[in-house]
């Protein structure tokens, strides 16, 4: 059984530029969230996604959208990045938090 | 602001020991918290999880225990192996769903010596 699986796993960009990152949830999970990982810190909230719709949105400026498409698998898009947006970012699919949230490997940004 | 914090960077324990790393919470809308392991490279997994309503859980050498009027849990791992070497992440979630956002702390590196 596939667990979340993330796209591409590293990714340098330059500044300004626009990058899109991909991720496919676990098999059975409905809700597909993203979240912001910088160097020594835990993992920061960016949204949440389920049917389709952007369901829950931290504090992350509006150059950060999502998209979540029929299949459940989802998009995070990035415009305009700023040196500031290097981090991992992490996708994690859920269906219900009893069970925990699944993440995926995460997507290693580096914007130059 | 710093909602859930884990105070402690860093834990060494010996092999066969106890580990036991904190984390406190602020938000009183916390109703659901959880533990994630982390290795390099790999994205955190779901360790153990403990509902509001109780004060432990336990998951084979793993315990969770909840404080709630301290806003305090923590995590006790027994016996420790060398295998738990890993960042740790507790994380909190508001009730309002089935599936919330997961609020994390900064993490502790737990190093466990043969």
């Known amino acids: 059984d596939a667990g979340v699986t993330q796209s591409p796993t590293h990714l340098i960009k330059t500044r300004g530029q626009q990058v899109t990152l991909r991720c496919s949830p676990k098999?059975?999970?409905?809700?597909v969230s993203w979240y912001q990982q910088a160097l020594g810190q835990g993992p920061q909230f960016i949204f949440q996604y389920y049917e389709e719709e952007e369901r829950q949105r931290g504090n992350f400026p509006d150059r950060f959208s999502g998209h979540q498409f029929p299949n459940y698998s989802s998009e995070l898009n990035v415009n305009a990045l700023l040196l500031g947006d290097s981090a991992l970012y992490l996708c994690?699919?859920?269906?219900?938090?009893?069970?925990?949230?699944?993440f995926g490997s995460g997507t290693r940004l580096t914007v130059v | 602001d710093q909602q859930v914090k884990q105070n402690s960077p860093s834990l060494s324990v010996q092999e066969g020991r106890i580990s036991i790393l904190n984390c406190d919470y602020t938000?009183?809308?916390?109703?659901?918290f959880l533990w994630y392991k982390k290795y390099p490279a790999e994205g955190p997994t779901f360790l153990i999880s403990i509902s509001s309503i109780k004060d432990k859980n336990e998951d084979g050498r793993f315990t969770v225990f909840l404080n709630k009027s301290a806003k305090h849990l923590s995590l006790h791992i027994v016996p420790s192996q060398p295998g738990d070497s890993a960042v740790y992440f507790c994380a909190a979630s508001a009730s309002g769903g089935n599936t919330g956002k997961l609020i994390f702390g900064q993490g502790t590196t737990l190093q466990v010596k043969p």
């Open positions: 994690a699919s859920s269906w219900d938090r009893r069970y925990g949230y699944t």
């Open positions: 098999s059975g999970h409905d809700t």
């Open positions: 938000n009183s809308m916390f109703d659901y």
